[in-house]
């Protein structure tokens, strides 16, 4: 497996495996793998002849209030993880080497990104489709892995490939859970034993809501309220939101007619974590 530092090199390597006719997959990463990441792994380097994994806690996405200098990291572990399925190319850039001082450009997916997460984490996802377009840029991949735990974030880069006319394929893989149900995160790392069972409110708000659906005969509302009525029953949880939007846009769900996308964010403790579920009639 390679380690590739540096923008230029990276993409000296990308125009070499294409050159060979060779079928480059890309996942980008913050790094501190879990099982979760190692899916998405696995659904590149089964799609391609060259597999790519990018591991760069992305600066530009973090808020000044957010955890940029405490979010986890562990280089050797996660090249470790890399090692078993195995990836080619390590991709790990210094931030300097991807923003220069000067840098003024964005790339931004303005209309999936306004309600959800965006109003709580301002200009997160401008530096997250900017930073995905620039190692579309550098990695050069026929092929891209996101998982669907970041819904949001999975549809601004799938719009943003629509509307810049990218020439990639975008896979979806489906979220990941540890047996009891949460969510994996590379943010679980914060939770304390006690925080860590608090949080599985979030898996189970979401268990209630599709069993209510399938029931039949409710609404949108209904289903919404559900979810914050099994959230409220956990001390230590903060619900930041509890939404129904349609699965496709992101628009607000009026009606259960279309597949929508049930989503939540809440805090444990001073953790932000997030989980969804789709609902299809």
């Known amino acids: 497996m390679q380690i590739i530092n540096h923008p230029d090199e990276m993409a000296r390597w990308a125009d070499a495996t294409r050159a060979r006719g060779e079928r480059i997959a890309l996942v980008p990463t913050m790094g501190f793998l879990h099982e979760g990441h190692m899916s998405l792994m696995r ?18 996405q973090f808020g000044p ?15 470790a993880m890399l090692e078993t399925v195995p990836i080619d190319v390590v991709f790990a850039p210094e931030a300097s080497a991807m923003y220069s001082a ?13 309600g959800l997460c965006g109003p709580f984490r301002p200009g997160h996802f401008r530096g997250v489709t900017t ?14 892995v996101f998982g669907e735990k970041d819904f949001q974030q999975l549809r601004a880069i ?15 893989v489906p ?10 995160s590379s943010r679980n790392a914060y939770l304390s034993p006690e925080e860590r069972e608090r949080a599985l409110a979030l898996s189970l708000a979401l268990r209630a809501a599709r069993d209510r659906f399938k029931c039949g005969s409710c609404c949108v509302e209904e289903i919404v309220k559900v979810a914050k009525r099994v959230l409220r029953k956990t001390p230590g949880v903060e ?22 996308l049930l989503a939540i964010a809440a805090r444990v403790g001073k953790t932000r974590l997030i989980d969804n579920t789709v609902l299809t009639p």
């Open 43 to 60: 659904e590149g380097r089964a799609r391609a002849e060259a597999a790519v994994a990018s591991i760069f806690v992305n600066p530009t």
């Open 65 to 79: 209030t957010e955890d940029l200098a405490r979010y986890p990291r562990d280089f050797a572990r996660d090249c």
């Open 102 to 114: 000067d840098a003024e450009t964005w790339v931004e997916a303005t209309g999936v990104t306004r």
């Open 131 to 144: 930073i995905v377009a620039k190692l579309f840029n550098i990695v050069k991949p026929h092929l891209a």
């Open 158 to 172: 799938q719009r943003m490939v629509a509307d810049l006319n990218f020439d990639l394929e975008i896979l979806p």
């Open 175 to 184: 979220i990941v859970r540890e047996k009891d149900g949460l969510a994996m």
């Open 239 to 260: 619900i930041e939101y509890v939404e129904a939007v349609d699965a496709r846009t992101l628009a607000p769900a009026h009606s259960l007619a279309a597949p929508i």
